[in-house]
């Protein structure tokens, strides 16, 4: 069965850093491209980043770039998003999702909660 | 704002069909086969529903149809049941400066 999960959501201060974890298991995580997936309160989901099977090839959305870092240890089975200059906006669950066919995303972690307040 | 439109809600009895529209432009929708359509209840993980415009997932309901004419898309789920009741995103490949885009959602309810 596959299952993500992910951690790392917390309260922290506008401008200040975090980084999200989702351990993978039940699938070949090192053959899979890998993506985050957030929703703001009250909001849809909106994509935040792709990263290819072996990481050489990275995407974000225009609203995280330059802030966010995404990337995988596929020696660990873990796909990471380090969250740098975070902003109120920035207040939302993070999925991550393991792609499936073509751009569709065929398995999605539990979420977790990162928020960003003084 | 979301790249693709949705209407935020819709409408059904039991045993009724109900469609989803999600309109894009010719540089997602209308330019790609790439949609996907996904059911979300609240509190839990998204389901991937619909893939490529039209093929379901194994384990997916027959009920659960996609479709897709010029630059819109649409999801149709016959035979309403109460579980149904949940928020429907549309997603598509864009070419763009994103690479992924999100309709806005549209909940569905049963009445």
């Known amino acids: 069965e596959v299952q993500l999960l992910e951690s790392g959501g917390d309260l922290v201060q506008p401008g200040g850093s975090l980084r999200l974890s989702c351990a993978a298991s039940g699938f070949t995580f090192s053959s899979n491209v890998m993506c985050w997936v957030r929703q703001a309160p009250g909001k849809g989901l909106e994509w935040v980043s792709t990263?290819?099977?072996?990481?050489?090839?990275?995407y974000y959305s225009d609203s995280v770039k330059g802030r966010f870092t995404i990337s995988r240890d596929n020696s660990k089975d873990t796909l990471y998003l380090q969250m740098n200059n975070l902003r109120a906006e920035d207040t939302a669950i993070y999925y991550c999702?393991?792609?499936?066919?073509?751009?569709?995303?065929?398995?999605w972690g539990q979420g977790t909660l990162v928020t960003v307040s003084s | 704002q979301s790249a693709l439109t949705q209407p935020a809600s819709v409408s059904g009895s039991p045993g009724q069909s109900i469609t989803i529209s999600c309109t894009g432009t010719?540089?997602?929708?209308?330019?790609?086969?790439?949609v996907s359509w996904y059911q979300h209840h609240p509190g839990k993980a998204p389901k991937l529903l619909i893939y490529d415009v039209t093929y379901r997932p194994s384990g997916i309901s027959n009920r659960f149809s996609g479709s897709k004419s010029g630059n819109t898309a649409s999801l149709t789920i016959s035979g309403l049941q109460a579980e149904d009741e949940a928020d429907y995103y549309c997603s598509s490949y864009t070419r763009t400066t994103t690479l992924e885009a999100f309709g806005g959602g549209t909940k569905l309810t049963v009445l």
């Open positions: 999702a393991k792609r499936g066919p073509s751009y569709s995303r065929d398995a």
């Open positions: 990263i290819s099977s072996s990481g050489a090839r990275i």
């Open positions: 010719s540089s997602d929708v209308g330019g790609y086969n790439f």
